[in-house]
């Protein structure tokens, strides 16, 4: 099985903390950096899980899209798509199971249209980020790309991952690319309104329901739930819901968003 995802790559800083921060004062923690970005996640997990994987995106031509370039490929995912200007970073602030995220996606949001190569999309799934319908060009990019993946008879999937920032334009672009499967939570599934597609609804310690039917998240011991959401979309798109819970939860038990 082939899946391409579309959207960031960056450099994921995770700071776990035993305590919450308090302004002005020192706090000890422990730190992780490394690769990350939705698509990227997703791309990682699935081939971990067993399916080929490839990224496409627009990553720095500084020091830290060399690191993180390097680091999908020996997860042994196809990095592909042009570097330059600068790599994004995300701090993800990891407490009591929760995270707060700090996001600077660097020059993920200009990959164009014409910077695409139709084979990248010769695939069974193509998965789109939500971040990747926010801001154009990369949002007629997404549009662009789902486009091309049907001429290979691809599945779409989309996860929306954010809610705040829906807007008219961010619903024009999903129902354009007209998703297949849609991965969401409660507020983001209200926030874009109806859609003929399967609904992947993303419900925390409870767990997902798919279609109207629910499934019992698997027992975790949970570390850092950054992430998650990505491995659970992987799993899924490769094996179904007992794969992505299984991701899911293996995820949750580590420190980081990859495999």
Partial sequence: MQITTLG???LDVIVRLDRPL???????????????????NVAAWARALGADARFVGKRGDDAAGELVMRELLARGVEVVGPAEGRTGVVVSLASGG????????GAAPDLEPSELDDAWFACDVLHLSGYSLLREPLAATAVAAARAA???DARVSVDLYTWTLVDDAFRARVHEVAPDVVFANERERAAVGNLDTSWVMKRGADGVRVDGTDYDALAADVIDTTGAGDALAAGFLIG???????AAARCCAQLGAMP
């Fill in 240 to 246: 179904g819901v007992a794969l992505g819970l299984d």
């Fill in 98 to 105: 929760d995270r707060t995220m700090a996001s600077d996606r």
């Fill in 22 to 40: 308090v302004a002005g004062d020192d706090q000890t923690a422990v730190t992780r950096t490394g690769a990350g970005g939705q698509a990227a």
């Fill in 8 to 10: 960031d790559l960056l």
């Fill in 150 to 152: 049907r001429r290979y």
